[in-house]
C-alpha cells in the first residue's frame, strides 16, 4: 500500500522568495507521483508528474519538484511566488493500479505582498 | 476544448432525499472516478469505472451509487442513506494502460444539505 505525508499543512510567504512545499511518501513500488493544485470552488489541475526518467521535473508555472528515493521525499518549489500561486497543493502517490491514488492532506499557501 | 463537465455547481438536498450528480467528459478516457473532498483532508475514492456497464467501490462508497451506461458519462447518485453528504464532490477520468498517465478532474459539485 501507498501512502503521502504533506509535512505543512499551511505556508506563508511574501510575493517574490521562494516556496517549498514538502512530500514524503511511502510506495512498496517504483511510484508515480504528482503534484496538482486547487483553486477555491475549482478542480484539480495539475502542475508536474515524476515518471522515473528524470529526478528534477519541471512544471507549469515555474514550479518543479525533486525525487529522491533515499529519502523517500517529493518536494516541490518555485524560485519565486506569485499572487496567483495561493491555493491548496496536493501530492499524489500511485502505486501499480492504474486506479488507486492516494492524496495527501493538502498544504495551503498564502502569498503576502 | 477536451475536458470534464460537472453540474451543477452547488446542490442541496433535503432530508430523505435522493440527488444526482452530473460528470461528463469528451477526452475518450476509459476511467472515470468519483472523489470526495472534506475540508483539510485530502481527497477520498467514492467509485470508479474502468469500462462502461462496469464499476467498483472505492474507499467510502456506502450511501452512495453510480452508473456508466455511456463511456462519456458517470453520474453519482447521493441517496438518503448517506448521512452526512456535505462536501465538495470531484469526477476525474483518466486514460488506462499507459504509465503514469494522470487523472483530470472536473470543477467540482458542492453538495449542501437542507
Known amino acids: 500500500a501507498q501512502s503521502v505525508t504533506q509535512l505543512d499543512s499551511h505556508v506563508s510567504v511574501s510575493e517574490g522568495t521562494p516556496v517549498l512545499l514538502r512530500c514524503n511518501y511511502s510506495?512498496?513500488?517504483?511510484?508515480?507521483l504528482f503534484w496538482y493544485v486547487q483553486h477555491p470552488n475549482k478542480g484539480l489541475q495539475l502542475l508536474l508528474k515524476y515518471t522515473s526518467a528524470a529526478t528534477l521535473v519541471k512544471g507549469i508555472n515555474g514550479f518543479e519538484a525533486e525525487f529522491k528515493k533515499s529519502e523517500t521525499s517529493f518536494h516541490l518549489t518555485k524560485p519565486s511566488a506569485h499572487m496567483s500561486d495561493a491555493a491548496e497543493y496536493f501530492c499524489?502517490?500511485?502505486?501499480?493500479?492504474?486506479?488507486?491514488?492516494?492524496f495527501g492532506a493538502g498544504t495551503t499557501v498564502t502569498v503576502r505582498a | 476544448d477536451g475536458g470534464i463537465t460537472q453540474s451543477p455547481k452547488y446542490l442541496f438536498r433535503k432530508e430523505g432525499q435522493n440527488v444526482t450528480l452530473s460528470c461528463e467528459q469528451n477526452l475518450n478516457h476509459d476511467a472515470m472516478y468519483w472523489y470526495r473532498q472534506d475540508p483539510g483532508q485530502g481527497l477520498r475514492l467514492i467509485y470508479y469505472?474502468?469500462?462502461?456497464?462496469?464499476?467498483q467501490k472505492g474507499d467510502i462508497a456506502e450511501g452512495y451509487s453510480v452508473s456508466r451506461e455511456k463511456k462519456e458519462s458517470f453520474p453519482l447518485t447521493v441517496t438518503s442513506a448517506q448521512k452526512n453528504p456535505t462536501a465538495f464532490y470531484l469526477c476525474a477520468s483518466s486514460i488506462l494502460g499507459i504509465l503514469n498517465q494522470p487523472q483530470h478532474f472536473g470543477d467540482g459539485t458542492r453538495l449542501s444539505i437542507l
Open positions: 510506495s512498496s513500488y517504483s511510484p508515480s
Open positions: 499524489v502517490v500511485r502505486g501499480t493500479n492504474d486506479y488507486k491514488l492516494s
Open positions: 469505472s474502468q469500462i462502461v456497464n462496469d464499476f
